[in-house]
Structure formats: C-alpha cells, structure tokens
C-alpha cells in the first residue's frame, strides 16, 4: 500500500519503579501478564496492522529482554538499540532512528497497550504532511495524564501538565515520526521526547494529533498492572 508504514520503534528500556512490589528486578515491559511478557501484546497488535520490522530501544537489563525477543519473532524481523547510559526517551528514539529504513516510523511505548489503526494514523500523518502525528486517547475524570488540545486542522494547540479534567484528550504514547524531520532538530544525545521535542516544537504547526478510541492500557501502576492480568489474552493462549 503507498505510504504504508511497516516498522516501528518500541521504547522498551523503563525501569518500572512503580511496579516494584509486583514486578521486582525486571524492565516494565517485560512484567508477566497472564504468563507473557506485556510486551508480547504489544508486539503482537502493531504484527496485526501490518508492522514487520521492529526496533527495540533496550536499557534495563536489556539481556532479559532479548532472551525472549527471539520466541516471538523472527531474527531477520528484528533489531536493538542498546543505551550504553540512560538517554531519555527522546535520546533513545534518535538513537534507534540511524536502524530505520523507512521515511517515517511508528513510535510506541512497550510499557503501555494503544490498539490503533496504524495504516489510519500513517494515511492522517502523510495528507498532513506532519513531522509528528500523536495518537490520543479521549479520557474522562483524570489526573494521571496531561491533556492535549487541538487547532481546527488538528495541529497541536497546547499541552496541559496532569492535573484532573473532566474529559479531554491525552497522548497515547504512539507516534508516527518523520525520521528526517525529527534528526533535522539536532537535539543532544539525552533528552526527553515529550518535554524537549513535542512541548517545544509543536508551535511551529507540524505536529498533529488524531483522536482513536481503540483499547488502552498502562501499565505504569500496580492498579493498571493487575487490571491487565483480567482483560488481556493471547490469541492461542
């Protein structure tokens, strides 16, 4: 399909502090959902819409994870970024970006479950002619996530630090990125991708957002953790 999009990043190196008590001594997105590492569900929906070559952004006891990447995917569908220190989101996305072979690639947490419709997102992202398209996830009665408020054209208007509100937008931590575009910036080697990026670069009118109302879940928090021992299943599981 012209301008499909078959390869993501995934941002697979949190230490997951908060899931301690639950999770001890293991990356985030490596914690056991129904006997399966999380990040097995994440991997199997972008299969499902189409993504064939993946990217992981490794720090944490990376050794852990690539014991396991290779159960559920092919070599040849595959490659690591490793931090040799940590380099915040953003730093990990730039690195992973010099794999890429693709204009444009998916961006996704591997601590956090958004089931969206990638070759929508791409399709918004490509008329758009954006440098960065952002998933939201439409939430009501929050105060764990900051919300964002869009233009008429979808262009980002602003985003909100985590306070409570009613119902609003919030960032869904799935991307499509314009890999040029964003290495073009020249930002230092450690950064954050949400503060250093988005937040101070929205305002030049190339970064969109596009509302998607598909499943949700992260993990971040034991509540969210445990509630994702209830509602996710793999298929043949």
Not at 120 to 125: E, K, P, Q, S, V
Request: with cysteine.
């Amino acid at each position: 399909m012209p301008g499909s999009i078959t390869e993501a990043i995934i941002l697979a190196g949190g230490l997951g502090t908060r899931l301690r008590s639950a999770v001890p001594d293991l990356p985030k997105c490596m914690a056991p959902v129904n006997g399966v590492p999380f990040i097995a569900y994440v991997v199997n929906h972008f299969q499902a819409q189409g993504i064939r070559h993946f990217i992981f952004a490794l720090g944490y006891k990376s050794e852990s994870f690539e014991s396991f990447l290779h159960t559920i995917l092919p070599a040849g569908n595959y490659e690591l970024s490793i931090e040799n220190e940590p380099l915040g989101t953003g730093g990990a996305i730039q690195l992973a970006c010099s794999k890429t072979r693709e204009p444009d690639v998916i961006v996704a947490n591997g601590d956090t479950l958004f089931r969206i419709q990638v070759q929508g997102l791409t399709a918004f992202h490509i008329q758009k002619n954006a440098q960065c398209t952002l998933a939201l996830k439409p939430m009501k009665a929050s105060i764990r996530y900051g919300a964002v408020k869009l233009n008429e054209d979808h262009s980002v208007e602003s985003f909100t630090e985590k306070q409570y509100f009613a119902e609003g937008l919030i960032n869904g931590g799935v991307y499509v990125l314009n890999v040029a575009a964003f290495l073009n910036k020249k930002l230092p080697g450690k950064f954050s991708f949400e503060k250093d990026y988005l937040e101070r670069f929205y305002k030049e009118g190339k970064i969109f957002g596009m509302a998607a109302n598909g499943y949700f879940i992260d993990i971040g928090i034991p509540e969210d953790y445990e509630r994702a021992q209830i509602e996710l299943t793999l298929p043949g599981n």
